[in-house]
């Protein structure tokens, strides 16, 4: 039987690459979303794939959700904790709300959807856990001080919980992606793609929303069962760790 994927954030941009990734290897997937019923909509037509709305930065509402998906496909056995946002500016004009939003939505929804589905996959000894954190969360960025700690929270997030989950079968790692082709990044000016981001990028290009779901498929497989606490760098180059 197909194991069910859960994925936050899962219907644009790197979230909708991970889905799709993740069908075309067989498993069952769901996908969250927060607020875009269109995008959302239009998401499940094009692919199939069952859709479910809640707020991830609220426990009760993903527990509620959770138990939805698992009503519908089975118990989640990999979850792919996607879902982010921004709410950049700099430190000293930033608002307890930007602050609060960004740290709820980014880390605070580990807690919130891994909490759901952990008793469950220490039960059945088996589990993947992917965090797709960021390239800022390793190297900090100016002007998104409370992604930036977010991010990094979620990288120390998966080393503790790797420790934890090994005697159970539950792998848990996270992605930091770089530049990535998204809808959000390429509606940044040429101009400023050309002179300010691409130079830092070794490899001299975006990388492609497939690449870092090629990333998701590998570390959701049976074949990566050796590999837990990981951070895996997928930015082209950009920053060495």
């Known amino acids: 039987m197909s194991r069910v994927a859960l994925v936050t ?17 067989g498993y069952k997937v769901a996908a969250s979303y927060a607020g875009n019923d269109e995008a959302a909509q239009k998401f499940k037509a094009a692919t199939g794939i069952p859709v479910f709305k809640w707020d991830v930065s609220n426990f009760d509402a993903c527990g509620a959700g959770i138990k939805q998906v698992e009503a519908e496909l089975g118990p989640v056995e990999i979850l792919v904790n996607n879902a982010g946002i921004t709410k950049d500016t700099m430190f000293h004009r930033m608002t307890p709300e930007q602050w609060n939003a960004v740290i709820g939505t980014n880390l605070g929804s580990l807690f919130n959807m891994t909490r759901q589905v952990i008793e469950g996959m220490r039960a059945r000894k088996f589990g993947r856990i992917i965090n797709i954190s960021s390239i800022n969360g390793q190297k900090g960025q100016m002007g998104q001080v409370n992604y930036s700690a977010a991010k990094a929270g979620e990288i120390g ?47 001299g290009r975006l990388g492609e929303p497939e690449e870092i779901a090629r990333c998701v498929v590998f570390l ?7 590999i837990t606490g990981s951070t895996l760098t997928a930015n082209g180059g950009q920053y060495m760790t």
């Open 9 to 25: 954030g899962g219907t644009r941009g790197i979230g909708e690459a991970i889905c799709k990734a993740l069908r075309a290897e």
């Open 157 to 203: 997030f998966t080393k503790a919980l790797a420790q934890e989950g090994a005697k159970s079968g539950i792998t848990v790692n996270a992605i930091c992606p770089g530049y990535i082709g998204t809808e959000m990044v390429k509606a940044v000016p040429q101009e400023v793609l050309e002179k300010s981001i691409l130079p830092h990028i070794p490899l």
């Open 220 to 226: 959701a497989s049976d074949q990566s069962g050796f």
